[in-house]
Structure formats: C-alpha cells, structure tokens
C-alpha cells in the first residue's frame, strides 16, 4: 500500500488539516469501523458513529464562520468523506448528506436566512436534500410537488420519495414547483423546511440493500406551511439553484464511492497475501496481480482526477458540471467494479457477511444511481462535445 501511502503524503495537508485527519482516522479505526457490521445488520441508525463525528465538529468545516463554523478547504471535507465512507458507507452518506442538503442555504441563502438556520448545523444538525419523486428522477422538471403562496406562507402539497436522512434532518432543502408560473422549468422553486413544520410527515422507512444503517424515507406534503422566509433566492430560481447544488453534492459522491473502494481494495489485498491456493498465496498469481494493477492505477487516477475538481472548487470556479460528472461517474463504476472483484477474490468467503467485502459490494451499488444514474452523467458528458 505504500503508493497510497505516498500519494496521501504528496497532498501536503496543512498542520491544522493534518491534526484534524489524524483524529478522524483515529475515530474511524476505534469507532466507526467496529460498528460498521453491527449497524448494518440492525439497520439502526447509527448513532455512536455519528456522535463521534460531532465531537469532531466535522459539520463546521463547511459553514461560514460568522455562523459558527471553523471552514476549510472543499478539498478537505472531500478527504473527510472519503476516510468516514471507507470505514462504514452508511456513516458516510448520513455526514455527506448535511452538505449536499445545506450547502446551497451557504451560496444561496439570505444573511437573515443564514444567521437564523446555520448554526444548528454547525453544533451538530443534520440536513437533507429533497428532489426525487415517483416519477420524477433523473428528469427533476417532472416534479409535482407545489408550492402556493398564501400571505407570509407558502403551502406545500406533495412528496418525495428516497430521501437519505429525511426522518433525521433538522432541515431539509425541498425543490418544488410555484404554482403562479406556467412552465416546468421556471416554476421549480426552492424552500428549506424545518423539522416539526404543520402538515410535514414521514411516510415509507425502505428497506434496502444496501447502506442499510443510513436512513432512507418518504416524505409527506399535506398543506404544510412553511415561512416565507424560507425560501432560497426568488420564485423560479430554483434550478439554477439546483444545478449549482449538484455541481457540488457529485464531488463529494465520489468521494464517498473512492471511500468504499478504497475500503474493497485494501481488504482484498490483504485476503490475497494470506489466502493459499495450490500452495501458493492468492497474490502471486499472475491473472490475478494483473487485475490489481489495473484496479490500483484506476483508482490512483480517480483519486487524482477528484483533487483537481476540488482544486477547481477552492479555486472559485463555478461552472464545474462535466468535471463534476466525470468524477462522480468514474468514482461510482470503480467502487462497483473492486467491490466486486474483492467478493470474487475471496471465493465462497466473499458472499457470506463474515467478511466486510460483502456489505462493501452492498453499498457500492446505489453509487452508480443516486446523484444522477451513470447513464445520464455519460449523456451529459458526450453532449458537452457538441458543437452549438
């Protein structure tokens, strides 16, 4: 492992960066990697991992600090979610979650709307980000969701459906349609609903294959009412809105997927040291030393490729989409290619839950879906080369 070794070293975090990942490797290792199984069976939200990564304060790294954060580089929170996945994806998308949900109240928010709702999170909050529907995925112009203004209010009447930390979140980011505009696009609308709001409920829990410890629901709309002062930019900004907020949300699902590779690779890696067939070790097969050249140069590249996106982040770009694409499309296929490799490689012993490559294989999966399905990245990427 010491390429990996080496290309961590080479990333030349800064003191206050560098203390801040030791301690996190130190709650992964004696925390959250323990209980990684435990909650995955139970389906229980995991709660002591969670806690731990309050005390760290890992939600301030990404709210300002006039709202009582301590902000660090994009790059950074990437890292973090990366080294939080590895050691139990379910842990991982619950923090990365708060992010994607929040972040746009950070860009796009008012100064009252700011002052008001983002020091919840950084003491510790939750967030999450509404936008799917039953028959509104990949294409969000479908969403039926509305939004009625009635004085200071707006009246909301709908759902959304797989919504990942919707039944913990303090506050949700919930995109929907003004019922006043006329047209798919420019009716699309956004609001941030707090927990408790009159008329907001929980529906279905599901139950899934896998990241089973992170909380996946139904959201329910019957004419809750929801301040107008909660809502983000003007009627009709709302996908301009969401675009920016998947520019950034997608970045940090690669990080997550790298996170549950990285995880697959390292425990294949060792079963194949120890593990003898026909009197030699499973690693000094040719075929097989093949395969992990491959999967190692991929995911160095990955890794790569995600710290030059982070890079144009901190950097102050904006129009990052097709990077943001590549990163979460390559990211999510290599998780799912070395998951499933790391199963293969340990034979019969992959397939039973003894071994963590099999929750790994689990988890990997919903990588290549959420967040915009890889064969929609794929058609947004090859559109870019277009000529207009």
Known sequence: MKLFEELERRRNWNEEERQLLDALERVCRDVIAPNAARYDESEEYPRESMDAIHQLGLNALFVPESYGGAPMRYRLYLRVVQLISA??????????????GL???????????????????????????????PNAGSDATG???????DGDSIVVDGGKVFISNGDV?????????????????????????????????????ESKMGHRAAPTVELKFEGARVPRTNLIGNPGDGL????????????????????????????????????RQSGRRVIDFQGNQFSLADMATDLAMCEAWLDYVAGLVDGGANDIGVESSMAKMRASDLAMRIATEAVQMHGGYGYIRDFPVERLMRDAKITQIWEGTNQVHR???GRSFAQK
């Open 379 to 381: 058609q947004l990427i």
């Open 87 to 100: 050691a139990c994806a379910s842990t991982g998308i619950i923090y990365a979650t708060t992010f994607h």
């Open 143 to 149: 969403m039926t969701t509305r939004f009625r203004p």
């Open 103 to 133: 972040k746009s109240l950070i860009d796009f928010g008012t100064e009252e709307q700011k002052q008001r709702l983002l020091p919840r999170i950084a003491e510790g909050g939750l967030g999450a980000l509404a936008i799917t529907e």
């Open 169 to 205: 979140a303090d506050l949700i980011l919930l995109f929907g349609k003004w019922s006043e505009i006329d047209d798919a696009k420019a009716a699309i609308s956004t609001l941030i609903v707090e927990k408790g709001t009159p008329g907001f409920s929980i529906g279905r829990v």
């Open 240 to 275: 301009n809105i969401l675009f920016a907020c998947l520019n950034k949300s997608r970045p940090s699902v690669a990080a997550h997927a790298l996170g549950i590779a990285t995880a697959a690779f390292h425990h294949m890696v060792a079963y194949m040291n120890e593990r």
